[in-house]
């Protein structure tokens, strides 16, 4: 999803930036307004996910960077359930305790991240095996009613906002993903169900299903099975309340680059999301530079524009009012370590706004004029 020509011309190897296209420069961090009070001054919040890692939670740099650009975090991994409770009986909050603290202290809200995903890989193992009794649907339902209950219950009101159900929709062929717990209740009756749940133990929160869906032509099937999912949902008065566009843009699968036709599906997608009375949020955005040049100044020039193409198509929305990366700096993105989609030249990543030196790339610029320049969020 990628028209910029700026992005075409790295694309093809060039080395200048083409005319009439401003150059998008790095800044420096600590210059001009933050993130954070660009997005304020149009009612949006700014952040990221923060891991626990020494890197990221344990290191001071980093804690620092986030604090000045962020003003709304969420966990990357810690209050997922597998981080929560790797054993039944026996939850593990204190990571995700720790960074909520943090927050707090740094005047910072936090996001919930997730309840439920769907992928059965990545439910617990102990989930999975579960002896669900005689009645497996009941057994099921029991299971997570006291999941919900938990980390519902310890973190009452303090999270406002939840990923009630993460990645549901296969985009291979557009269906609804089977695990343990759907297998006996049903796909879209799980679903409904821990929607329902989400909203008796967490009545004040907005309730978020979460997705990864693109505009791009290998998204297709995907783009279609989350609509269908959340009319469905609708349709049965199930409390889903906003849908999370996850925004891991750039180079995803072989599919050759429609530029304009890949935005203009992306709008359709969002516009037909929107009618089904649904907020949006970008959770989740970083920039796959896989197909870029190895020069990392035209790699960085192709994924600003990228960025400025998706974000100012995006952020038109006034309904949406959360914008989160996944991640502030490159040595920290989960892209360095995913291997389905690696560099053919193996160089490292350049997804994020910040260096591993935690120095402002063109990246960084590209945010700060798209948020400058879309619509006011009223209300």
């Given amino acids: 999803m990628t028209t910029r020509r700026t992005m075409l011309h790295a694309l093809a190897g060039a080395t200048l930036l083409p005319a009439g296209l401003p150059a998008l420069a790095a800044t420096s961090p600590g210059s001009g307004d933050s993130l954070k009070e660009i997005a304020r001054r149009k009612g949006l919040r700014f952040g990221s996910a923060v891991g626990a890692g020494r890197q990221q939670f344990g290191d001071p740099?980093?804690?620092?960077?986030?604090?000045?650009e962020c003003d709304i975090i969420v966990a990357e991994n810690e209050m997922k359930w597998q981080a929560l409770a790797p054993a039944p009986g026996a939850y593990r909050f204190a990571p995700a305790d720790a960074m909520l603290a943090w927050a707090d202290k740094a005047g910072m809200t936090m996001r919930g991240h997730n309840l439920f995903w769907q992928t059965e890989k990545w439910l617990p193992a102990w989930v999975v095996a579960a002896d669900l009794g005689a009645q497996p649907a009941r057994g099921a339902e029991q299971l997570m009613r006291r999941h919900v209950q938990a980390v519902c219950g310890h973190y009452g009101t303090r999270i406002a906002s939840w990923d009630v159900v993460n990645e549901a929709v296969d985009p291979a062929d557009g269906k609804l993903r089977q695990n343990a717990l759907t297998r006996p209740l049903g796909a879209i009756e799980q679903i409904d169900l821990a929607f329902r749940l989400a909203h008796e133990y967490a009545p004040h929160?907005?309730?978020?299903?979460?997705?990864?869906?693109?505009?791009?032509?290998?998204?297709?099937?995907h783009r279609a099975g989350v609509l269908a999912l959340l009319a469905e949902l609708k349709k049965r008065g199930t409390p889903v309340h906003a849908l999370g566009l996850q925004s891991h843009i750039g180079s995803w699968d072989e599919h050759a680059d429609r530029g304009a036709e890949d935005l203009r599906e992306w709008r359709r997608f969002l516009d037909e999301a929107s009618a089904l009375g649904v907020d949006l949020l970008i959770t989740e955005f970083d920039v796959n530079d896989r197909r870029l040049p190895a020069d990392a100044a035209r790699r960085d020039a192709g994924v600003a524009a990228a960025a400025r193409d998706?974000?100012?198509?995006t952020l038109s929305y006034p309904r949406l009012r959360d914008f989160l990366l996944w991640g502030m700096a490159d040595h920290i993105s989960w892209l360095q370590t995913w291997d389905e989609a690696p560099r053919a030249d193996k160089l490292p990543m350049r997804?994020?706004?910040?260096?591993?030196?935690?120095?402002?790339?063109?990246?960084?610029?590209?945010?700060?004029?798209?948020?400058?320049?879309?619509?006011?969020?009223?209300g």
């Fill in 61 to 68: 740099a980093y804690r620092a960077l986030v604090e000045r």
């Fill in 205 to 221: 929160a907005q309730l978020v299903y979460n997705d990864y869906m693109r505009g791009d032509a290998g998204s297709t099937r």
């Fill in 351 to 378: 997804p994020t706004p910040y260096d591993a030196q935690l120095r402002a790339k063109p990246l960084r610029a590209a945010i700060a004029d798209a948020m400058r320049t879309m619509p006011v969020r009223q």
């Fill in 310 to 313: 998706y974000l100012d198509l």
